[in-house]
Nanobody
Framework: QVRLVESGGGLVQPGGSLRLSCAAS????????MSWYRQAPGKQRDLVAS???????NYADSVKGRFTISRDNAKNTVYLQMNSLKPEDTAVYLC?????????WGQGTQVTVSS
């Protein structure tokens, strides 16, 4: 059974930084794509960033230049470094591993940006 566990969320002031981690356990290795999504209350779930097995990255326009996604295949872990955080970044952040044709989701970690 594959399980994804996020960590690193919390409360931070505007302009601050957080680093999210998502570690996979179970029968999974070298996911084709690892991604971070976020969902604010009453809003749809949006893609924040993704990274392929080859290291190609993709970012939502709203986080370009502020967020950096990376992965450690040996640890089956994906990271999201978030800098210059804004109140509008407040959301539950969820990781997603895609092992075509399957995909797996974590339970989410809350990120709150507020003074």
């Amino acid at each position: 059974q594959v399980r994804l566990v996020e960590s690193g969320g919390g409360l931070v002031q505007p302009g601050g930084s957080l680093r999210l981690s998502c570690a996979a356990s179970g029968p999974i290795s070298n996911a084709h794509v690892m991604s971070w999504y976020r969902q604010a209350p009453g809003k749809q779930r949006d893609l924040v960033a993704s990274i392929t097995a080859g290291g190609s990255t993709n970012y939502a326009d709203s986080v370009k230049g502020r967020f950096t996604i990376s992965r450690d295949n040996a640890k089956n872990t994906v990271y999201l470094q978030m800098n210059s955080l804004k109140p509008e970044d407040t959301a539950v952040y969820l990781c997603n591993f895609r092992v075509i044709p399957l995909q797996y989701w974590g339970q989410g970690t809350q990120v709150t940006v507020s003074s």
